[in-house]
C-alpha cells in the first residue's frame, strides 16, 4: 500500500496543539533531563494543599526508580496485516532489557507526535513497567487509512495492541492502559471490548461525549473541531479534509457521534478506572458521566486544571515539562494506580474515597482537598435561586416580569481551546458590562447579569449548576450562553462554569425542533460541574446572553430574547451543606 504523506500541523493552531502535547504529561515532548534526577525542585503545588490525611498520603505516593529504561521503535502487526509504528520501553541494565517478566502498559494511543525517551514513559519503565506508546492507523508513521477520528478500527487495533504486549517476552500478561485527550478516548472504547489481558485503565482529561461537550456544546457549533483538525493530528491533507467535513455534515447527534463517543459504551467497560479530570478544562463533564453510569469501577480525581500541565515528573525539572508547578500534583498517581492493579505491590493503594476533588477559590492554588464517597455529596443540598427584574437573585420566585436583550452572537471573552483558568487576566468578565464598542468590534452591553449579595461566610458549591430558563424568542432559533460567576471586592468577575444550549435542541441533542417565535418556552441549560470555595466579600452572578466569543461560532441568528421571570426561570445550584476544611 502507498501511503500518503503526513502534513504537521503548522502557524497557531499546530503552536496550540503543541503546547497541549506538552501538557498533557503523558505526550509531553524530550525534556532533555537524563541528568537532572539529581537536582532539588519543588514540591508540586498542590501536595502542600490542605486534605485528609488519608489524601495527603495517596496524593504523596512515590518510589525511586530500579531499572534503567531500554527503548527501541517496532512494527506491531493488527489482525489484518496493517503495522503500526510504536516505541517499547523496557526496564533493563546496561542497555540490555531486564530478563524478568514485568507487567505492561499501553500508553496515548493517539495520531499526535510520538516522542522517543518521553519522560513520563521513562519513569514507566525505570519503575518496572513494559510501556507501549504508538501512532493510530493511518497517523504518523503507522500504516492505513485516517477517514475520520475514531473509526471502528482504531478500537479494534487497540485491543490487538494490549494482547500484542501481553504475549512479548518478559511480560507478565497483565496490561493497563492509559492516556489523555484522545488518548483517553481510545482507552475506553478499546475497554469496552474487554481484551482479555487488560487490567485497569487512567483516562486523563477524558470527554464521554465529545459531541456536546466539545464539537457542539448543547447543540451549539463551536470552532473546535476546526481548530483540532487544523492543527492536532499528524495526518495527510485529504485526512483533515474528510475529518472536519465529517464533523460539518453532522450538526445534530446522529449516528455518526453515537459511534464516536464512549457515553454509551461505558456500561460495556468492565475494568476499574481512575478517571483524572479539571474542573477549567475543555473536557469537565466527562468522569462525572463515567462515575455516574459505573459507580463501582470509577473513582474520580479532579482538580483545578485545565487540559494538561499538571501532573509533574518527580525528579524532572518542572518548568522542562510544561508544567504549572504551584496547580500541580505528582505523576506518582499515575504509578500507584498501576502498582495496585498489576504490580499488585502491598504499599500501593486505591483512592481514599470515591471521589477527591479539589474546592477552588479566586486565587489560585489556595484551595482544598475534599474527600467524597458519592456525587454529589451527602452534605450537598439544591438551592434554588430566582432572577429579579432589579438584577437581583432571590430564594423566592418574584413576581411575574420580563427582561429583554438583542443577541450579540460576538459576546466573549470565552475559554481557551484548551480551558483556561478563571484568575487569569483575560478571563475578566467585567468588560461584558461595558456600554461601548470595543477596538475589536465586540460590543458587551447584551448580557442581562443578576447578582446574589456578598456572602458573610465561606460558602461551597459541589456539583451540577442547572439554569432553568422560560424565554420567548423573535427569530426561528438562538444560542443560550449562561454562566456563573464571583464578583470580587476589587470589581473583577471570574468565570466559574458556563453553558450552552441551541434552542431547537431543548428538547433532545438528535433532533432539531423548530421554535414559535414570540412563545414562553422552557429551557434548561446545563453548566456543568464544579467545587468553589466563595469567600467572604464576594458575589456569585449568573448571567445569560447570546455569544461566547471565540467559542462559539457566530452564526446565532439576529433577534431578541426576552426572558419570563417567576417561578419558570431560575438557577440550581449544589450548596455544600457541611463546609469542614480539613
Not at 501538557?23 to 524530550?30: D, H, N, V
Not at 507487567?103 to 510501556?131: C, H, I, M, W
Not at 504518523?140 to 475514531?150: E, I, K, Q, R, V
Amino acid at each position: 500500500m502507498t501511503r500518503r504523506p503526513r502534513r504537521r500541523g503548522s502557524g497557531p493552531f499546530a503552536a496550540a496543539m503543541a503546547t497541549v502535547l506538552a501538557l498533557t504529561g503523558f505526550a509531553s515532548a524530550p525534556a532533555d533531563s537524563t541528568d537532572a534526577t539529581t537536582a532539588e525542585f519543588p514540591t508540586p503545588g498542590l501536595l502542600d494543599s490542605p486534605a485528609p490525611e488519608a489524601v495527603h498520603d495517596w496524593l504523596g505516593y512515590d518510589r525511586p526508580a530500579q531499572y534503567d529504561s531500554i527503548d527501541s521503535e517496532v512494527r506491531v502487526p493488527m489482525r489484518d496485516g496493517t503495522r503500526l509504528a510504536c516505541y517499547l520501553y523496557r526496564p533493563g541494565r546496561d542497555g540490555k532489557a531486564d530478563s524478568a517478566e514485568h507487567p505492561s502498559l499501553l500508553v496515548d494511543f493517539t495520531p499526535y507526535q510520538k516522542y522517543r525517551a518521553n519522560p513520563a514513559n521513562v519513569y514507566l519503565a525505570e519503575r518496572g513497567y513494559n510501556v507501549l506508546t504508538c501512532d493510530v492507523r493511518g497517523s504518523g508513521n503507522s500504516a492505513g487509512d485516517f477517514p475520520s477520528w475514531f473509526q471502528a478500527k482504531e478500537a479494534t487495533d487497540n485491543h490487538d495492541l494490549i494482547e500484542w504486549l501481553a504475549r512479548q517476552p518478559g511480560a507478565t500478561g497483565d496490561v493497563g492502559q492509559a492516556g489523555a485527550s484522545y488518548g483517553s478516548i481510545t482507552a475506553y472504547r478499546a475497554a469496552a471490548l474487554k481484551p482479555p489481558h487488560l487490567r485497569a485503565i487512567i483516562p486523563i482529561v477524558s470527554p464521554t461525549n465529545i459531541y456536546s461537550e466539545w464539537v457542539y456544546p448543547g447543540g451549539v457549533p463551536s470552532i473546535n473541531g476546526t481548530w483540532w483538525v487544523n492543527g492536532g493530528p499528524i495526518i495527510g491533507p485529504d485526512d483533515h479534509t474528510s475529518t472536519l467535513r465529517g464533523f460539518q455534515r453532522h450538526p445534530l447527534y446522529d449516528a455518526y457521534w453515537k459511534q464516536v463517543v464512549t457515553t454509551d459504551k461505558l456500561r460495556d467497560v468492565e475494568v476499574p478506572a481512575l478517571h483524572i479530570g479539571g474542573y477549567f478544562d475543555i473536557f469537565k463533564n466527562g468522569g462525572f458521566d463515567a462515575l455516574k453510569q459505573r459507580p463501582r469501577q470509577t473513582w474520580l480525581l479532579n482538580g483545578p486544571w485545565i487540559h494538561g500541565g499538571f501532573l509533574q515528573i518527580p525528579g524532572l525539572d518542572p518548568a522542562r515539562q510544561g508544567v504549572d508547578s504551584p496547580n500541580a500534583i505528582s505523576f506518582s498517581v499515575v504509578l500507584q494506580w498501576f502498582d495496585h492493579w498489576l504490580a499488585k505491590r502491598p504499599g500501593a493503594q486505591l483512592p481514599p474515597d470515591r471521589v477527591i476533588s479539589y474546592a477552588s477559590t479566586s486565587a489560585k492554588a489556595s484551595g482544598s482537598w475534599h474527600a467524597f464517597g458519592r456525587w454529589p455529596s451527602a452534605g450537598e443540598s439544591d438551592t434554588r435561586l430566582y432572577p429579579t427584574a432589579d438584577g437581583a437573585l432571590a430564594d423566592r420566585a418574584p413576581a411575574r416580569s420580563a427582561l429583554s436583550y438583542p443577541v450579540n452572537p460576538i459576546d466573549g471573552p470565552s475559554a481557551d481551546v484548551i480551558g483556561t483558568l478563571p484568575y487569569e487576566p483575560s478571563q475578566n468578565q467585567a468588560a461584558a458590562e461595558q456600554k461601548s464598542v470595543q477596538p475589536n468590534g465586540r460590543y458587551t452591553s447584551n448580557r442581562t447579569t443578576f447578582t446574589l449579595p456578598a456572602f458573610t461566610a465561606d460558602t461551597t458549591l459541589a456539583g451540577p449548576v442547572t439554569l432553568h430558563l422560560n424565554a420567548s424568542i423573535d427569530a426561528q432559533d438562538t444560542y443560550f450562553v449562561s454562566k456563573l460567576e464571583t464578583v470580587l471586592p476589587d470589581g473583577r468577575v471570574l468565570p466559574i462554569e458556563t453553558g450552552y444550549l441551541r434552542a431547537q435542541s431543548r428538547d433532545g441533542l438528535e433532533n432539531a425542533k423548530p421554535v414559535t417565535p414570540g412563545m414562553p418556552t422552557q429551557y434548561t441549560v446545563p453548566l456543568g460541574q464544579t467545587h468553589w470555595r466563595f469567600k467572604p466579600g464576594e458575589k456569585l452572578r449568573v448571567t445569560i446572553g447570546g455569544g461566547d466569543s471565540p467559542r462559539i461560532v457566530p452564526t446565532n441568528p439576529a433577534g431578541n430574547v426576552t426572558v419570563h421571570l417567576g417561578g419558570g426561570t431560575y438557577v440550581e445550584l449544589p450548596v455544600l451543606g457541611q463546609d469542614v476544611n480539613p
